[in-house]
Structure formats: C-alpha cells, structure tokens
Antibody, heavy 123, light 113 residues
C-alpha cells in the first residue's frame, strides 16, 4: 500500500522560505506511470494546485506562484520537495503531496494523498 | 486557466435520497484522441485529505461504492449519489487535468437534511 508523508516546519516567518518534503513508501517514485504533486488548501477554503514533478525532474508550476516555487525530486531517497520563497500570510494553508497519474504533462488525477501538513506564516 | 464552477455551493439531502452535484468547465476538457474528459471528483471529510471517487468523468475508483456515479455532457459534469448515506457527508470537488494549471471547483458541501 502506497503511503505519502509530508514533513517540514509548521511555522514560517513572513518573507522566508517554506520547505516541505514528501516521503513516499510502498512504491517507487521513479515509476514512469506517475507524477508527484503539491496541492494546498487555505483554512476553510478550496484546493489549489501548486505544481508537479516527474521522476526525470521535469516540472510544471502554477503560473501565479512560478516565480516563488521550486519542486525537486530525490529518487535515491524516494522523496520530493517543495520550496516556496518570500511567503506571506496568504500562503498559510494545509499542504498536501499526492501521486498523480501520468495522463499527460504535469500529471492528472491524484489517487494517493498524504495526510497534509498545516503551515502557518506568522512572525 | 480553465475555470471549474460547481453548483450548488451547499446541498442538504435526506438519508436514502439522491444527491446531485454539478460542475461546469469554462472550456472543453475532452481529449479528442481518446474521447475522454479529463475530469475527476474527490470527496473530502473534515481533517482528511481528498479521496478520489471518479476519474475520466465517469470511471469509479476501485473500492468506491457503486452509489457514486459520474456523468458528462459537453462541458457539464455531474456527480450523483444514488442513495445518500450518513458517511457521505463531506465536501466534494471536481478537478480538471486537461490543461495546465490544473484547477478545481470551489467545492460543494453535502449535508443531511
């Protein structure tokens, strides 16, 4: 059974960089059948796609975040990571990692999700 | 960006009755080469991640009860729960994976009447 687990600081100061890692267990992150994505959900609001990565390192980002986002993959440790720079209170959200079916560039629907981690941006 | 608009924003249905949630895409999400709509439905309960229910607009994910079904007509999509159970109380989201950026509907909150 595939399992995804997000990890990282729950509190980040404004203007600093949010860094999260998703550890994948029970399956290989190097499978050609999947992309790996980050989705966030501000408290009480809906879902927002941040971006995704293929095991080759090919990335796709939400254009409104593109200047601040970096997603990377570490196939040797079966992990992928999110960095979001220059954060503000608007970046406060539950951040989910997910496995996305490789339906096309950027990945498709998410069939496995992590439990999510709340990141609060506050001084 | 493709805008996904769900209706209604909230819905109250009696146990055992039918619940229908609508989703409309701002443009076609049909890929002509395989004649599939790139549309998924998720269920999210409080404090939990989204759970995949339906993909390709009408294909039920393994393990999802058959009371959940998805339908499609052009750029209009529906998620139907044929006989509402107490455990179906949740927020439901549609999601297009046809083009970048991927986008979600705003969510529909389903409650028991």
């Amino acid at each position: 059974q595939l399992h995804l687990q997000e990890s990282g600081p729950g509190l980040v100061k404004p203007s600093e960089t949010l860094s999260l890692t998703c550890t994948v267990s029970g399956g290989s992150i190097s499978s050609a059948s999947y992309y790996w994505g980050w989705i966030r959900q501000p408290p009480g609001k809906g879902l927002e796609w941040i971006g995704s990565i293929y095991y080759t390192g090919s990335t796709s980002y939400y254009h409104s975040l593109q200047s601040r986002v970096t997603i990377s993959v570490d196939t040797s440790n079966n992990q992928f990571s999110l960095k979001l720079s220059s954060v503000t209170a608007a970046d406060t959200a539950v951040y989910y990692c997910a496995r996305l079916l490789a339906t096309g560039e950027g990945g498709g629907y998410g069939d496995y999700w992590g439990q999510g981690t709340l990141v609060t941006v506050s001084s | 960006d493709i805008v996904m608009t769900q209706s209604p924003d909230s819905l109250a249905v009696s146990l055992g009755e039918r619940a229908t949630i609508n989703c409309k895409s701002s443009q076609s999400i049909l890929y002509n080469s395989n004649n599939k709509n790139f549309l998924a439905w998720y269920q999210q309960k409080p404090g939990q991640p989204p759970k995949l229910l339906i993909y390709w607009a009408s294909t039920r994910e393994s393990g999802v009860p058959d009371r959940f079904s998805g339908n499609e007509s052009g750029t209009d999509f529906t998620l139907t729960i044929s006989s509402l159970q107490a455990e179906d109380v949740a927020v439901y989201y549609c999601h297009q994976y046809y083009s970048l950026p991927r986008t979600f509907g705003q969510g529909t909150k389903l409650e028991i009447k």
